[in-house]
């Protein structure tokens, strides 16, 4: 495999001249506008770079995008990625997919996917609903979220996309939400990551689910209900405007995280925790820790790779051939054989 050639882009040159068919106030706008943002940020080529989509509002991405792109059928675009990864394994592959296509009828693709490893960006839309065949509740959907198929409120356990993604053996798991002015970083973290990089974007669906996520999105009140995690740095959140400096600390006697109060700026004294994207265990609490108590953990939350899997492909059907001569009559006719008269 051959290193990546970046070349020098600008944002026009990834936009199509199909025109761009969500909802009017969609958050799909923004976040296509934050990769056409990276896209030139971390020298990416449009002759190399494939976009693969399942079904759903999500999965118009690829047109939108000029660059190579399959646009396939309902959850299995893990596997056309595969397939496309093992055949050109120097190729850049980003998959499209949502809550309902990537955690429902694709669940189990997009696990194996994980658990191999391969080297690609998932970029998962979660707006909690079924927007493209009108609202249904998802796999994600809040209990009591009201829906055509729970007009009495949902009693559904909410499916978690970040969780399912560590125990689906990610080494790289990350959040964000479509406007915010940090995705673009979340998104190159995720490409220089070698391997499965999983990305859960909060897309707000301004028909069948506006402002689900206002709770921690909305920009007024945002430093207190928003933890954004940097490697190497503590975990603190909320300002002295609002009701003072925050930080998460890991109680020693219950084994789970706490919020603390970090007073004159002193988070060491506070015993608060500096985020390390290789603690594995930590990474589970950030991701399960309950909104509300606590602030949503956003940014990078797990960041650590192994080899991946096509890598491992190539070099195992290097060794096996190696020394031999391809002969394609012999393959057929190796092992158990039989004649039909």
């Not at 020098?8 to 934050?34: F, S």
């Not at 509002?57 to 959850?75: A, D, L, M, N, V």
């Not at 973290?189 to 070698?194: D, E, G, M, P, T």
Request: proline fraction near 6%; charge should be negative; charged fraction near 20%.
């Amino acid at each position: 495999m051959n290193a990546p050639t970046k070349i020098e882009t600008t944002l026009k040159d990834w936009e199509t001249d199909q025109e761009v068919r969500w909802c009017p106030g969609c958050g799909d706008y923004a976040i296509l506008k934050a990769v056409q943002r990276t896209l030139p940020q971390i020298g990416a080529d449009p002759a190399n770079t494939v976009f693969i989509s399942g079904i759903g509002c999500s999965s118009r991405f690829p047109y939108y995008i000029e660059s190579y792109g399959f646009h396939t059928i309902h959850g299995r675009a893990p596997t056309f990625a595969t397939g496309a990864k093992l055949a050109n394994p120097d190729l850049d592959v980003w998959i499209v997919t949502g809550d309902g296509d990537g955690m429902s009828i694709g669940g189990n693709h997009t696990m194996h996917l994980l658990r191999r490893n391969l080297d690609c960006q998932i970029m998962l839309f979660n707006n909690e609903i079924y927007g493209l065949t009108k609202g249904q509740y998802s796999p994600t959907s809040r209990v009591g979220t009201t829906s055509p198929t729970t007009p009495a409120g949902s009693i559904d356990r909410p499916a978690q996309p970040c969780a399912f993604a560590l125990g689906s053996g990610a080494r790289f798991v990350a959040r964000g939400f479509d406007v915010s002015k940090n995705l673009p970083d979340v998104l190159i973290a995720a490409h220089a990551h070698k391997g499965a990089a999983f990305i859960e974007i909060f897309q707000n669906c301004i028909v069948y689910n506006k402002d689900v996520f206002d709770d921690f999105a909305a920009p007024k009140g945002a430093e207190d209900r928003q933890l954004w995690l940097e490697h190497g740095q503590p975990m603190l959140f909320g300002s002295e405007k609002t009701g003072g400096v925050k930080g998460i600390t890991l109680n020693h006697v219950t084994c789970g995280l706490e919020v603390v109060d970090v007073v004159d700026g002193d988070w060491e004294a506070a015993n608060v925790l500096v985020h390390d994207k290789a603690n594995r265990l930590i990474a589970h609490m950030l991701v399960e820790m309950p909104f509300g108590p606590f602030p949503m953990a956003l940014g990078v939350l797990y960041d650590d790779p192994r080899p991946s899997y096509e890598t491992e492909v190539v070099a195992e059907n290097a060794r096996l051939a190696a020394g031999k001569e391809p002969n394609l009559a012999a393959l057929l006719a190796k092992g158990q054989t039989w004649t039909v008269e």
